[in-house]
């Protein structure tokens, strides 16, 4: 079967250079990071410069506190992801290759510890500023979903992340990247090759990057600058916990398991399993994010039915 949605043949790097003896590369996946905090911190801004939409009782930060939030939130995606990618993900290797955990340029970064880092930065900032923690809060899930549409992509053209094999018309069939020169097949290191091996795949990258960036993004953006939002404390956190965790929760029906889950007796992946039934680890870890956000949800609506007209 060939793939109806081609591999791009782009480039993971979009440019390398040399200096002091060494190699430095910038690659899609960095710039999609780099790119996706820098328009949710715009979305941010416009939304704090418009008092109208927060009520009475005004926005939570004016912009120059925002881009101190901004740097504490890059500093918690970044230490947050990585060492939830190994505490979650691989923790029995990089216990015995403890060095490798902080070369973050290899790969490895996991959403939910870049979840929990923002969490830590956006309690801090709301403590040194005395700023409502609802209402910041309500920010960071307005501006995430630009940064998930972008990393989910640069994961579609790294060829990582990939789903499960799919006789869908819309199957992918990804190549390997040339990691050893001398492996058979193996043209160069850092290209792609194919081994005639490959099955088309689901495209679950850009699933996710459907259901988490645009459509949900769309929904968050919807609500906080046209119906009112930004009013009801928690509200947009809860929608967008809910809202990321279900999606993330559907996805992992389609997403190639991670191959240290997968065993003889385990072949599809699941990290909790009971005769063949069970969760993967993505689905674990989205449950209570999906929990949380409903609570989150129910409590925001009854506060705002209750409070003073």
């Known amino acids: 079967m060939l793939a109806t949605i081609p591999f791009p043949d782009i480039s993971p790097e ?4 040399s200096a002091f003896g060494r190699d430095f590369a ?21 939304a704090v410069r418009r008092p109208g939409l927060w009520g009475p009782r005004g926005a939570p930060l004016d912009a120059a506190q925002v881009e101190d939030l901004l740097t504490w939130v890059i500093l918690g995606v970044i230490l947050g992801g ?4 190994v505490l979650f993900y691989k923790f029995g290797y990089y216990i015995q290759n403890p060095l490798e955990i ?20 956006v309690w801090w900032t709301c403590r040194k500023y005395k700023a409502r923690l609802g209402d910041v809060a309500n920010l960071l899930a307005l501006a995430t979903p630009p940064a998930l549409l972008l990393g989910r992509t640069a994961n579609f053209i790294n060829a990582e992340l990939y789903g499960r094999a799919t006789d869908a018309p819309w199957g992918v069939i990804f190549p390997s990247m040339c990691i050893d020169p001398a492996a058979q097949g193996c043209p160069a290191a850092g290209e792609w090759f194919y081994t ?16 988490e960036g645009v459509i949900l993004g769309a929904i968050l953006l919807i609500l906080a600058f046209g119906r009112g939002w930004l009013q009801r404390p928690w509200s947009l956190t809860g929608l967008f916990l809910a809202g990321y965790g279900s999606a993330r929760f559907i996805v992992e029906f389609f997403r190639q398991p991670d191959v240290q889950f997968v065993t003889p007796g385990n072949p599809v992946g699941l990290a909790l399993h009971v005769d ?13 994010m999906i929990l949380v956000g409903l609570a989150l949800l129910i409590w925001s609506a009854r506060r705002a039915r209750t409070a003073p007209a």
């Open 276 to 288: 063949g039934y069970g969760l993967t680890m993505g689905q674990v870890l989205s449950l209570p």
């Open 26 to 46: 910038l690659r899609w996946y960095a710039l999609a990071y780099i790119v996706g905090i820098l328009i949710g911190w715009r979305i941010v801004v416009a």
């Open 102 to 121: 902080f070369q973050v340029w290899q790969g490895g970064m996991a959403f939910h510890g870049g979840f929990l880092g923002v969490v830590l930065a």
């Open 14 to 17: 979009i440019f390398s250079i």
């Open 82 to 85: 990585r060492l939830g990618y």
């Open 196 to 211: 005639g091996a490959e099955v088309a795949r689901h495209p679950s990258q850009l699933y996710e990057a459907g259901m």
